[in-house]
Structure formats: structure tokens, C-alpha cells
């Protein structure tokens, strides 16, 4: 049984009808058009596989989602990454936040060709309180831009005010194309940015939590085409 799966899916009849007439929404898991279904992982097994690569922390599969834990880790960080290679693509997961951890970063990036590390292009950001949506920058073109540590600058390029619950399941839905990016969390668009480095091809996606533990389950990517 996957963890407080069951507080994933209680929602008062008034508060769902609410968020209809406020807000737009989306399809949580229907497969886009012209697409291609590049990852799919529901964990539904005891080891982590092959297909993912730790990269630092504490990287397992629990009851059935893959947690992550950087609490013990100096700086308190756990990063893991899979090969998936994409361009325009929909990138969805589920997620829950425990109360010790500070955030949980979803990236697209490349492969460093010296380290295998990710090397991020984009990278959804999410804290308890907010989101932001990030591009990768380095200090000779953004000399002025303060990146958020040595070994990953970033600079954020649209965010948006939230509350997440601890211990609750919530879904994120990550829509790219081209320069423009789309992110809804439990099917409400709620975030959207642009950036000409968005654009970049992908070969590896990535998951790294400040803090922990983190859970993850139901990943999937859908890389897209044109008509």
C-alpha cells in the first residue's frame, strides 16, 4: 500500500466543486495527442532498477514510491536522475512533502559528458509555500544573477504563492513546448513561464529534495510531436 494514499484522494464535495468554478483544469492522466510515451514508473516493486541513477542522499523504494531523504547528507541534499529523452514533452508525477524538508526539485537537463551528472536546463522548484519555475544560468552570461548554490545556479523566471500540505499526495503536470512552460498541480494550471533556453533537447530527468523525506510515485513523461 503506497503511503497515505488515502489523503490523496479525500476531498470535500463543496471544496471540488469550488476549485472547478475558480480555477481552469486539466486532465491529471490522460495521454496528450501526438505523443509518445517515453517513461512510465509506478515503483510497484521492492528495488530501485537499473534505470535510476543516485546521484546523492538517500534514494529506496517504500511501500511501493520511491522516497528520497537528505537529512543525514552535508548539505542536506539527495539528487537521482533517469535517462529520458525529450524536447517538447509532459512531464508528470505525484509527490508528498514530509515535514523536515525544505523542497523537492523536478529537473530536465543533460548529461555533464565528465561527471554523468544532470546539467539542468529547466527545473520546477517546489517549497511549502510556493513554486517557482527556473532556468539554468552561469555566471558569465548572468554575472549579476546570486545563484542558489555553487553546483547548480539558477535563476527563476516565473513563481507563484501556495500551500502544500505535509504528508499529503499532490500531482504535478509539467507541459512544455518550445520557449513555453505550463505547470498544474492536482489539474489546476496554476504557473506558466517562458525562456528561449527551454527549447534545449533533454536527455535525463531528475529529482533532488533539500531536506526530506520526499516521496514520489507515478512518473511519466510523454514526448511530443507536431501534426
Known amino acids: 500500500m503506497k503511503s497515505l494514499s488515502a489523503q490523496h484522494t479525500v476531498i470535500h464535495p463543496f471544496a471540488a466543486c469550488l476549485c472547478l468554478v475558480l480555477t481552469p483544469t486539466i486532465s491529471q492522466s490522460q495521454?496528450?495527442?501526438?505523443?509518445?510515451?517515453?517513461?512510465?514508473d509506478t515503483f510497484d516493486r521492492t528495488s530501485l532498477g537499473q534505470q535510476w541513477r543516485i546521484a546523492g542522499g538517500t534514494w529506496k523504494v517504500?511501500?511501493?514510491?520511491?522516497r528520497?531523504?537528505?537529512?543525514?547528507?552535508?548539505?542536506?541534499?539527495a539528487t537521482i536522475t533517469r535517462?529520458?529523452?525529450?524536447?517538447?514533452a509532459v512531464y508528470q508525477f505525484q509527490f508528498m512533502l514530509a515535514e523536515n524538508c525544505e523542497?523537492?526539485?523536478?529537473?530536465?537537463?543533460?548529461?555533464?559528458p565528465k561527471t554523468e551528472t544532470l546539467q539542468s536546463h529547466l527545473s520546477l522548484r517546489i517549497t511549502p509555500q510556493a513554486l517557482n519555475l527556473c532556468k539554468a544560468t552561469t555566471l558569465e552570461k548572468d554575472s549579476d544573477t546570486k545563484p542558489r548554490d555553487?553546483?547548480?545556479?539558477?535563476?527563476?523566471?516565473?513563481?507563484?504563492?501556495?500551500?502544500?500540505?505535509?504528508?499529503r499526495w499532490y500531482?504535478?503536470?509539467?507541459?512544455?513546448?518550445?520557449?513555453?512552460?505550463t505547470v498544474a498541480i492536482d489539474g489546476k494550471r496554476i504557473l506558466k513561464g517562458s525562456d528561449p533556453s527551454f527549447t534545449a533537447r533533454n536527455d535525463l530527468i531528475g529529482f533532488q529534495c533539500i531536506g526530506g523525506p520526499i516521496e514520489i510515485d507515478d512518473v511519466d513523461v510523454w514526448t511530443q510531436t507536431l501534426n
Open 103 to 112: 523542497s523537492l526539485r523536478f529537473s530536465t537537463g543533460s548529461k555533464d
Open 62 to 66: 517504500v511501500d511501493n514510491a520511491l
Open 83 to 88: 535517462a529520458a529523452e525529450t524536447g517538447n
Open 68 to 77: 528520497g531523504n537528505g537529512m543525514s547528507e552535508t548539505p542536506k541534499s
Open 31 to 40: 495521454q496528450p495527442a501526438n505523443s509518445d510515451h517515453a517513461v512510465h
Open 171 to 181: 500531482k504535478a503536470r509539467v507541459m512544455t513546448w518550445g520557449p513555453f512552460v
Open 150 to 167: 555553487a553546483a547548480s545556479p539558477e535563476q527563476t523566471v516565473s513563481s507563484t504563492k501556495l500551500t502544500l500540505q505535509p504528508n
